[in-house]
Nanobody, 121 residues
Framework: QLQASGGGLVQPGGSLKLSCTAS????????MGWFRQAPGNERVLVSR????????EYADSVKGRFTISRDNVKKTVYLQMNGLKPEDTAVYYC????????????????WGQGTLVTVSS
């Protein structure tokens, strides 16, 4: 199971840090991803990180603003979001895959419940 937290209301230019904690399974070997879904839009990949943390990928729209990281001891993956923009408003989901993961939602086996991020003045 994955439990996401950390969403909320923030002004443009502000920061939030999302967390996703896993229970059960061998988290240390999973590829982890953060996706987001805005109303009326598809769920899209924001960032993903491999099991060692040595490989990270970001959507072009968040490069230089968001940072993904993981703590395998705490079984937690983080998404530090800086310089937030109104277009970052969405429900953010964490996801896990026992394999290499991928860029699409169907590439991931396990999902958290989502946490809402609203960027507005």
């Amino acid at each position: 199971q994955l439990q996401a937290s950390g969403g909320g209301l923030v002004q443009p230019g502000g920061s939030l840090k999302l967390s996703c904690t896993a229970s059960g399974g061998t988290f240390n070997t999973y590829t982890m991803g953060w996706f987001r879904q805005a109303p009326g839009n598809e769920r899209v990949l924001v960032s993903r990180i491999n099991w060692t943390g040595g490989t990270r990928e970001y959507a072009d729209s968040v490069k230089g603003r968001f940072t993904i990281s993981r703590d395998n001891v705490k079984k937690t993956v983080y998404l530090q979001m800086n310089g937030l923009k109104p277009e970052d408003t969405a429900v953010y989901y964490c996801a896990a895959d026992r394999g290499l993961g991928g860029r699409g939602p169907t590439d991931y086996e396990y999902w958290g419940q989502g946490t809402l991020v609203t960027v507005s003045s």
